[in-house]
């Protein structure tokens, strides 16, 4: 279950990376289209122009999207065709088919045409290319479906195209190629540290890209397309039955490879490209079980000092909450210990949540108001008589006690004879 988790996981991060990859060229294939055709609904423009408009716009995008190898524009009216790509040094070259070039596509060394030629056909036409006539007759951007590349490399591209539309109609085709050698090197960077297998294949079988180092090109039905065994043997455990039905995909399989001594597990996943892309393409991840066994440990380590972390937290505000339930009674054993030194006024205020405890302290506070009425009444008892309402003895002590004389005084005592009968009577 966790090795399913992990590959659903990783496929995922893939089809998100994936998205990224091709909305950048997409959109901007579509703005070079966009402002050319607002440059030319103001005025006309030269082959200079273009070449100038086209360089200028290939360094740039280039400089965020390095896999984009070519910019190019087709034009209709007479099939010339300019366009830049980068060579193996990283430079700018320029392919140009036009009056200046006999009506000849040449692929030149440098930036302009006084450069060498390194590759010339007399018979290309963009207007026929699997780049332009899916813009021209549609009229939307989108993306073309993979295909030869007709220069003298002949690699396999696959190309965000948008109409350039003047006056309502399409004056030309701007294209932007990402070559598949360049998905291959965007898989690696992410399967390298794994150990496994990654690649993209769409519905009719064919090998979009890989994580391995040869040509994408072949069929994927093909036995050892590629140098890597690991990736080799992923094909042949999912090449009997392509496309895979609804049912199977996200479904883990596993295989063994003796040489190796491995035991790997892959899924098939579908990737859910946004419009325009309109084809079927699915993303196959095959990764070791000492992998998978490595990050289940480590997210088992992860568990363990998440669950410490979970209980001392917990034991926290257990302990916090105990403290503040028991508050109530603190105060009430306090106030016990004082009422038995003989502080009747003490009450308790703490507020209390829990009934039982409320009930105690109201009770407490209660019997120590009794008390001290009780006391109050004793007292009075003591200090004066309850008939006359005059100082008994200990009274007029007490009394006597507590003033203060600046002088000498004289105290009086009176009695009256027979007092006893006439309290009797």
Request: aromatic share 10%.
């Amino acid at each position: 279950m966790f090795g399913k988790l992990l590959l659903d996981d990783y496929s995922q991060g893939i089809e998100l990376d994936l998205r990224q990859y091709l909305q950048h060229p997409f959109n901007a294939n579509v703005f070079v289209a966009e402002r050319l055709a607002a440059r030319l609904q103001a005025a006309p423009i030269n082959n200079k122009g273009l070449r100038d408009y086209l360089l200028s716009s290939h360094t740039s995008l280039y400089q965020a999207m390095p896999y984009m190898q070519v910019l190019s524009i087709g034009i209709d009216a007479n099939g010339d065709y300019f366009g830049y790509r980068k060579n193996q040094a990283g430079q700018s070259i320029l392919m140009e088919r036009s009056d200046a070039t006999q009506g000849a596509l040449r692929i030149f060394d440098g930036r302009t045409l006084n450069a060498n030629i390194v590759y010339q056909d007399s018979h290309y036409d963009p207007r026929v290319r699997p780049w332009y006539i899916p813009a021209f007759n549609r009229e939307q951007p989108r993306w073309t479906d993979i295909y030869l590349d007709a220069d003298e490399i002949g690699e396999v591209s696959l190309s965000a195209i948008a109409p350039v539309q003047v006056s309502g109609e399409v004056w030309g085709v701007v294209a932007s190629d990402i070559k598949l050698n360049a998905f291959n090197r965007f898989l690696s960077e992410r399967q390298q540290k794994l150990g496994g297998a990654l690649f993209i294949v769409d519905d009719e079988g064919r090998m979009i890209a890989h994580s391995g180092n040869s040509s994408p090109s072949n069929i994927l039905h093909f036995p050892n397309i590629t140098n890597n065994s690991v990736l080799n043997a992923t094909i042949n455990e999912i090449s009997a039955d392509w496309p895979p039905e609804p049912e199977k995909l996200g479904k883990s399989f596993h295989f063994d490879i003796h040489e190796k001594q491995g035991h790997f597990y892959g899924t098939v996943k579908k990737i859910a490209l946004p419009p325009p892309f309109q084809h079927q393409w699915y993303v196959v991840a095959a990764l070791p079980d000492q992998l998978l066994l490595e990050s289940l440990l480590s997210q088992q380590e992860i568990s363990i000092y998440l669950v410490i972390a979970i209980s001392v937290i917990g034991l926290v505000i257990v302990y916090l909450i105990i403290r503040q339930l028991t508050r109530p009674l603190r105060d009430t054993a306090e106030a016990a210990a004082k009422l038995a030194s003989g502080n009747l006024t003490y009450r308790i205020n703490t507020p209390a949540n829990l009934r039982e405890i409320a009930i105690l302290k109201d009770a407490f506070n209660n019997m120590s108001g009794k008390m001290q009425e009780s006391f109050n009444r004793l007292r009075q008892q003591v200090r004066q008589d309850n008939l006359t309402q005059l100082y008994t003895r200990e009274g007029l002590i007490e009394q006597a006690a507590g003033l203060r004389y600046r002088s000498p005084n004289t105290l009086a005592i009176l009695g009256v004879n027979g007092f006893r009968d006439i309290n009797d009577s």
